[in-house]
């Protein structure tokens, strides 16, 4: 179940963390993947790892009036995108009081804006074959909310909008869209936490403890797969209990 054979995916974000998890995911599971990231560096360790099955593309998401481009760098073999994987994003956290304009920006154009024009670049493709993924990952805050992240919520409320819009538009023609709405995930940002902090956040999950990337990149498996067909327009909540 849930394999991915003859598939290609695109996978923003995928030098590390929750992209890297995904993309290890689906390689495993029979696709081809482009790992799409700023870091050249950590996308060639990656696909040398992954082997023959990955293809690194250095892309930076906020750039959109350069991702045509960056996208014909592709070679003919992965060229044919059938999942794409919108996970890249940043923080820029602050009260809304002392927040610049330029951070609330800059949140969205690299956590929102690329969603958008990656799938319209990608989507004429899947149209033709009458078969495409699109996933994006969310967070709950979009769902919740949180202090001191007004620029971070609203970018990832957007996503769940795009996508319940997107998939209206392009169910027709066999294409899903989705998105997976994380809770708090095991990063090296929440192991700097303090122990108290640390303790406070397992305390609020229901399932007392923090995520793990894998799975996150669990769920993308899931609704890239044939098995999920009959799911769009769906936020899948990946939190456990933290929100409910």
């Not at 670049?121 to 495409?132: A, D, F, K, S």
């Not at 919740?144 to 997107?166: C, E, P, R, W």
């Amino acid at each position: 179940m849930f394999r991915l054979d003859g598939k290609t995916a695109l996978v923003t974000g995928a030098s590390q963390g929750i992209g890297e998890a995904i993309a290890r995911r689906f390689v495993a599971q029979g696709a081809k993947v482009v790992l799409a990231a700023r870091n050249e560096g950590k996308l060639e360790s990656l696909a040398g790892q992954l082997g023959a099955a990955a293809f690194p593309l250095r892309l930076d998401v906020a750039a959109t009036a350069e991702i045509a481009g960056r996208l014909g760098e592709i070679p003919e073999e992965f060229a044919q995108i059938d999942i794409l994987i919108n996970n890249a994003g940043i923080t820029r956290d602050n009260l809304l009081l002392r927040m610049s304009l330029e951070h609330w920006e800059e949140v969205l154009r690299t956590n929102l804006t690329p969603a958008f024009a990656l799938s319209k670049e990608l989507v004429r493709g899947m149209m033709r074959r009458r078969w495409g993924r699109i996933v994006s990952v969310s967070s709950v805050i979009g769902l919740m909310g949180n202090a001191g992240q007004v620029n971070y919520a609203a970018a990832k409320a957007g996503l769940s909008g795009f996508a319940k819009s997107l998939a209206k538009e392009l169910g027709s023609r066999g294409i899903t869209v989705n998105v997976i709405a994380p809770g708090y995930i095991q990063t090296a940002m929440t192991e700097g936490l303090p122990e108290e902090t640390q303790r406070a956040l397992v305390e609020s999950i229901a399932l007392k403890r923090l995520g793990q990337a894998d799975d996150i990149a669990a769920a993308a498996v899931y609704l890239a797969s044939e098995e999920a067909g009959y799911v769009t327009g769906h936020v899948l909540n990946v939190s456990g209990g933290l929100y409910i």
